[in-house]
């Protein structure tokens, strides 16, 4: 979803991840672990890793634009 809705110029970042992308990723995490059935915590789960798949995603692309490279630049997998 990164790639399809950039990030306006002043989101705030923490640990090069947007703070919305940190809460949800929180939220998610919760609700995965009291969730009582196994359906819900499946549901919970996949959006958790869904989230921290776009949290990856704005972080390299935020990088990518910080250095002023393409995608071509920076190593697919970024250590953190």
Known sequence: ?????????????YFGFPR???LACVRYLFLWLISPTAGKRF??????LSNW??????????QIAKVGGDSETLPLFIEF
């Open 43 to 48: 549901f919970y789960k996949l959006q958790l």
């Open 53 to 62: 798949g776009s949290m990856r995603e704005v972080r390299r692309l935020w």
């Open 20 to 22: 919305y992308l940190l």
């Open 1 to 13: 979803m990164a790639r399809i809705e950039p990030l306006p110029e002043n989101t705030v970042h």
